[in-house]
């Protein structure tokens, strides 16, 4: 093997997935975010592949493959060369023309859509790829759970109209779960943030993980889940007549907590401003400004970032700087919207526009001023801006929610006529008339997929890989001097088309065992002299840890059935859902 086994942990595995995918010879990393598949980490993701084309095939996807470099006009065209921050790569070719390295691939395909999709009899179409891309991501962490550079499967759907689109972005709901059911791995669906892809409708799948980094917000008795940075839940509004506003004095009572201590009041009863400062990104020019927002929600609760970024329509946002908020004549720590001035945009949570008499600053160091109203005292955007968190009740029932930590492993949007009105991508109809594609845009990241895969499947030992997924199906181990036999089972299992990791090292038994189990192959075939004067091999399942033999002459048939019956014990699980 090209790859050696590591005894210890390198430094920097921060989880035992990715220690083992290290330690077992899988991956190695060349820089931050960045990493090389060798040869066991690479059949694996052939396995996770296959997999992949199968089920997107079944729905009628065409594979094909598009650059990874482009030339940054198309990306002009949709504005994404300018809206999207340092994550996307640029640099311009020797004639000095602009270009990207492409983090995904609507423009591309797009592009290619406009020339190939003419008409209405060449639609509806669906193409797949499997491509690298790049993120210049600045937090790397995990392995492959968050890379710079990595593969993913991108499929892109065309259609006439939005009944097409609903209908193939149903037949990637259910291709996905088939998909990660059949790898093995548990996942969930949730509604999720469309980002910088754009279109209103995204879902995004889920492997529940204490090293994810998004937080689900799910309800148990009515089955809703969304990543909290979409979720919503069920507000209770304070609704009485309006009272005149009235100046206090509040001295030191900057935070909400304090405030509500001094008045003797509910936190629920008061407004509470988050500064913020977007940035802006003029589509046509690519000229960025940065503009403060102001952020009004509820005492008792949290603003969340992403409702907030979405609500103001900014490209990022980022703490906001005292002299910033000064600027517009606002006191931190006693601020509220009410007679500030200069240029900010106001957002309000439906918290605080759909209750009365609420505590709001004075914009006046020591004061606040009771009995503030939207509407009257002042003015703004009203959008669900709150973030959602455990024991709030759910939106749909009213059951107290719960959260969990997950890694997303795959997503899909409905991007609507989005790229195609940018890039002129229409077909004519039988009309005659001219009318924008509508499109799907679907991703799954398969190295992130194996990360994921051996963060489930490992214990003490190493990985123990699902027998669709493993690198190889059998680890045959010999500890006899004469290889002869031990050549004969090899060559009859390859020939019968089974995957044999071979281990015929000069090594001890007590390091040959250690490797299998770290490598984690399925099936571990053991011929040693005892077994070897019996006519058997001893066999042991790495999922179980069960030992058994089977007959030298009967290897390949009892070999072969034991894999049969892994999988078909995996696609007894395969989940089918409906959207």
């Not at 190939?116 to 009899?121: F, H, N, P, V």
């Amino acid at each position: 093997m090209f790859s050696r086994t590591l005894r210890e942990a390198p430094s920097g595995a921060d989880s035992k997935g990715y220690e083992y995918l290290l330690r077992a010879g899988y991956i190695e990393q060349m820089g931050a975010g960045i990493f090389s598949l060798l040869p066991l980490g690479f059949k694996a993701t052939q396995k996770i592949q296959n997999i992949i084309r199968e089920e997107m095939n079944a729905i009628g996807g065409e594979e094909m493959q598009m650059p990874v470099v482009n030339p940054a006009d198309i990306w002009k065209e949709t504005g994404r060369f300018y809206s999207i921050d340092k994550e996307m790569a640029r640099f311009t070719d020797r004639n000095n023309r602009d270009m990207v390295l492409a983090m995904t691939h609507e423009e591309a395909v797009t592009d290619i859509a406009r020339t190939e999709l003419d008409s209405y009899k060449r639609l509806p179409r669906l193409v797949y790829q499997m491509q690298t891309k790049f993120r210049d991501d600045p937090r790397p962490r995990a392995g492959l759970i968050r890379v710079r550079e990595f593969t993913m499967l991108d499929s892109y759907s065309f259609d006439r109209d939005y009944e097409g689109l609903d209908r193939i972005y149903r037949d990637h709901y259910r291709a996905y779960f088939r998909i990660f059911s059949r790898c093995g791995l548990p996942s969930i669906a949730v509604g999720a943030d469309s980002g910088m892809m754009g279109g209103k409708i995204s879902h995004e799948y889920m492997y529940l993980s204490p090293i994810g980094e998004d937080t689900i917000i799910y309800c148990d008795k009515c089955g809703y889940t969304a990543n909290r940075q979409i979720a919503r839940f069920q507000k209770e509004y304070f609704k009485e007549e309006m009272k005149p506003v009235e100046k206090v004095a509040t001295p030191e009572c900057k935070t909400i907590e304090e405030l509500a201590e001094f008045l003797g009041i509910d936190p629920r009863k008061t407004a509470k401003c988050v500064f913020m400062v977007g940035t802006f990104v003029n589509d046509r020019n690519g000229e960025e400004e940065e503009k403060l927002i102001v952020a009004l929600v509820r005492g008792d609760l949290e603003v969340e970032e992403s409702k907030l970024s979405n609500a103001a329509r900014a490209n990022s946002i980022r703490p906001a700087h005292e002299e910033e908020i000064a600027a517009c004549s606002m006191v931190p720590g006693y601020a509220s919207p009410i007679g500030a001035t200069g240029d900010f945009i106001c957002i309000v949570d439906d918290s605080v526009a759909e209750s009365n008499n609420l505590v709001a600053g004075a914009n006046e160091a020591g004061y606040h001023y009771l009995n503030t109203n939207f509407g009257r005292d002042y003015q703004g955007t009203v959008k669900d801006i709150a973030s959602a968190r455990e024991g709030m009740a759910c939106p749909e029932c009213g059951a107290p929610l719960k959260s969990s930590k997950g890694v997303e492993i795959g997503n899909i949007f409905q991007l609507g006529t989005r790229y195609s009105e940018s890039m002129n991508c229409t077909y004519q109809d039988e009309n005659g008339r001219q009318i924008p594609v509508v499109m799907g845009s679907y991703g799954i990241g398969v190295g992130r997929l194996l990360a994921c895969l051996a963060e489930e499947y490992n214990d003490e030992s190493g990985l123990k890989l699902p027998m669709p997924v493993a690198p190889y199906q059998v680890h045959l181990v010999s500890l006899v001097k004469d290889p002869a036999v031990a050549d004969r089972i090899y060559e009859e299992l390859t020939r019968k088309g089974i995957d044999v990791l071979y281990d015929d090292r000069n090594e001890t038994a007590g390091v040959k065992f250690a490797d299998a189990d770290l490598i984690g192959i399925p099936i571990r075939l053991t011929l040693g002299s005892r077994s070897l004067k019996e006519g058997k091999v001893e066999v042991r399942l790495r999922s179980t840890g069960e030992t058994s033999s089977y007959l030298i002459d009967d290897i390949a048939e009892e070999v072969k059935a034991e894999i049969d019956r892994e999988i078909q014990a995996i696609e007894d699980k395969v989940v089918e859902k409906e959207l």
